[in-house]
């Protein structure tokens, strides 16, 4: 599967951005989808995840509450709705496909098997 994320950019404190993450090839439903983050000198840190029918989501306790998964299974697209953004959000975001077939969505990198070109948000304080 190919991934293709956007909808990055410059945004105030306490703004919004829509991330989204439209997948080709293989049968989009076969993929628990997730985004991950990487913000400059850190290493690569789970943000959220959602299972392949779009009934589970999982996320890191620092976006509970702000951030929001959701999945089109006939478009084939993720999206990660972002508000309250914190400078502390400012990272190259990634999206994720895991073909393990789970009932709950992996918060492991290392269990997602295809990554698509992330793209950067920055938040300005």
């Known amino acids: 599967v190919q991934l293709q994320a956007s909808g990055g950019g410059l945004v105030q404190a306490g703004g919004s951005l829509r991330l989204s993450c439209a997948a080709s090839?293989?049968?989009?439903?076969?993929?628990?989808m997730g985004w991950f983050r990487q913000a400059p000198g850190k290493e690569r840190e789970f943000v959220a995840a959602?299972?392949?029918?779009?009934?589970?989501?999982e996320y890191t306790d620092s976006v509970k509450g702000r951030f929001t998964i959701s999945r089109d299974n006939a478009k084939n697209t993720v999206w990660l709705q972002m508000n309250s953004l914190k400078p502390e959000d400012t990272a190259i975001y990634y999206c994720?496909?895991?073909?393990?077939?789970?009932?709950?969505?992996?918060?492991?990198?290392?269990?997602?098997?295809?990554w698509g070109q992330g793209p950067l948000v920055t938040v300005s304080s």
């Open positions: 959602i299972s392949r029918g779009g009934t589970i989501a």
């Open positions: 090839g293989r049968t989009f439903t076969s993929y628990t």
């Open positions: 994720a496909a895991d073909e393990g077939r789970r009932t709950y969505p992996s918060l492991s990198s290392l269990e997602y098997d295809y």
